[in-house]
């Protein structure tokens, strides 16, 4: 028979945690043996965040696995739910049981638990005691954490599988258990649901020891299991997004000098210090917002980088690009001024010219069940889905790019731009702007690929001299599309027609009314003496 006397380190080697582990009882001066009390040392520790290189970091954490020679287990997404169906059944009817009496007690619930065989029988007495007594106190703990007690929907929840984890993971370590090695460690990477928090609570409470890989640094590592901050290493960063655990050891090692450069990029290329690699920011969410702009401040600004443009930012893997979205009404009574506006726009690779409509093609074929198919539990859109569906027309392009677009898509369909026809209900325009953004023009995906968010922004030139069709409702979709993707988009028509205004809603887009209208007002190509003077200027 054995009592546990777990006494938590407050220092530790974060180095050599699997090693130390293999040999935890060892240290003579932290180890007594006195009748049947064990006194040991325990490790509670958590590692905060990522290092610079992913690949380094796995075989980090591998590492003290290998080296702990089985002492050390993985438990993160290798927890056991199943349960006998027996089982199953007992505790369901003790359930029932304790909601027609209001609520059991946490010591009345583990005396139930023990008398209806759903609590694990060891042959040590006292190792079946401190299994019930830690139950009880963990059950009171997580009773006092809801207003309704023992009543609220997760203390069940969270109970049943304590239950089952007991079984199938503290009962099996307990039976094979050799205390003249210690008790078993597990490892924990990543985040947990609220059932795995209080397991995890429930192993440390018991005496085996915790290992914690929080890449991500969530809170409740800390909180949950009163971890002290002598016992937290902080890598040199924070992951943004919970990357999977590789099964075994990474066999790629970095150079030293690829480590330097991942160390360089840290420190000088991080999200808002201005300074940024080319296209680092590609495999981000995209926000585009409107800036409100005079006539030259929409020229101006277009041939500005966004990172110096106003309300710029980037934060939480989505870079926000403030854009121009304007339309002239007329033209500029002194034309030189603004056709050097205009010339210093298109002489730009990154500008695309539009002079004729329709610039798409209408998408005449019912997308109903592709729509509905992509639909998240959520009633929206869900880029995944559309990503992996067969009909997702964008495949062929970098995962990020596509990850944007049907971002993108998703946001413009939730909320169109678009005006509705009349008698046109919310579902059938939002059917409408899924079919027609499921195929952007051509030389939309091309500015969207050589757009590097930080930098120059690709402008779409809109010159309507209303010389042949009519710009129509699939041009305004795609226009609404390119303004969420984060292009800058200009419109001139020299006469003071309506044409966009006729498909997008007021207030999408700034309006300016110029000095002039003009009738026969043809669109002025630079000249090649311009061109070569601006070569050599």
Request: charged content about 25%.
């Amino acid at each position: 028979m054995v009592s546990l006397n777990p006494i938590r380190m407050k220092s530790w080697d974060s180095a050599t945690v699997g090693s130390w582990l293999k040999n935890s009882l060892e240290d003579h001066t932290q180890v007594k043996i006195e009748g049947e009390n064990l006194t040991y040392p325990q490790l509670v520790c958590q590692y905060v965040g990522n290092s610079l290189d992913d690949d380094e970091y796995f075989a980090f954490l591998h590492t003290h696995v290998n080296d702990s020679l089985g002492k050390l287990i993985i438990l993160s997404g290798a927890l056991n739910k199943e349960i006998k169906a027996e089982k199953l059944r007992a505790i369901n009817q003790l359930f029932d049981m304790h909601r027609k009496e209001k609520g059991l007690s946490p010591n009345r619930m583990v005396a139930f638990l023990d008398g209806h065989l759903l609590l694990p029988k060891l042959k040590d007495p006292k190792l079946n005691r401190r299994i019930r007594t830690v139950m009880i106190d963990l059950l009171k703990e997580l009773q006092a954490t809801y207003k309704e007690g023992t009543l609220h929907h997760e203390y069940r929840r969270i109970t049943i599988d304590l239950v089952k984890w007991l079984f199938n993971h503290v009962e099996p370590a307990l039976e094979k258990v050799d205390f003249k090695n210690g008790l078993q460690g597990y490892l924990w990477y990543g985040s947990a649901t609220p059932s795995e928090k209080w397991f995890l609570k429930y192993l440390t409470r018991f005496g085996f020891h915790v290992v914690i890989f929080n890449p991500c640094d969530e809170s409740w590592p800390k909180q949950m299991l009163a971890i002290d901050d002598q016992l937290i290493y902080r890598f040199p960063k924070v992951a943004s997004v919970l990357k999977p655990l590789p099964d075994e050891m990474p066999k790629i090692a970095g150079t030293v000098a690829f480590k330097a450069t991942q160390e360089i990029d840290e420190i000088m290329h991080h999200d808002n210090s201005g300074l940024y690699k080319p296209f680092q920011f590609k495999s981000f969410s995209t926000n585009s917002i409107r800036l409100k702009t005079t006539v030259d401040e929409a020229f101006l600004i277009s041939k500005e980088r966004a990172m110096i443009r106003p309300h710029f930012e980037v934060s939480n893997k989505q870079v926000t690009i403030p854009v121009v979205f304007a339309k002239m009404m007329g033209i500029d009574r002194n034309r030189k001024h603004f056709w050097n506006h205009v010339h210093s726009l298109t002489e730009r690779d990154d500008t695309h010219v539009i002079r004729q409509f329709p610039f798409t093609t209408v998408q005449k074929a019912n997308q109903m069940f592709h729509y509905r198919a992509a639909l998240g539990a959520d009633g929206r859109l869900d880029p995944e889905k559309m990503k992996s569906a067969n009909w997702w027309t964008y495949g062929k392009l970098p995962n990020g790019t596509q990850t944007v677009i049907g971002e993108t898509i998703a946001k413009h369909v939730e909320n169109p731009l678009l005006i509705p026809h009349q008698g046109e209900t919310k579902e059938e325009l939002q059917l409408y702007a899924f079919s027609q953004s499921m195929v952007l023009p051509e030389f939309a995906i091309r500015l969207l690929q050589v757009f590097d968010y930080p930098q120059f922004v690709p402008t779409v030139f809109i010159y309507n001299e209303e010389k042949g069709p009519e710009l129509s409702r699939s041009d305004a979709n795609a226009l609404c599309m390119i303004h969420h993707l984060g292009l800058d988009i200009i419109l001139v028509n020299p006469m003071g027609h309506q044409d966009m205004e006729r498909w997008i809603q007021e207030g999408t887009f700034d309006l300016h009314w110029m000095d002039e209208r003009s009738f026969e007002e043809p669109f002025k190509e630079q000249s090649v003496v311009q061109k070569i003077f601006k070569r050599f200027r």
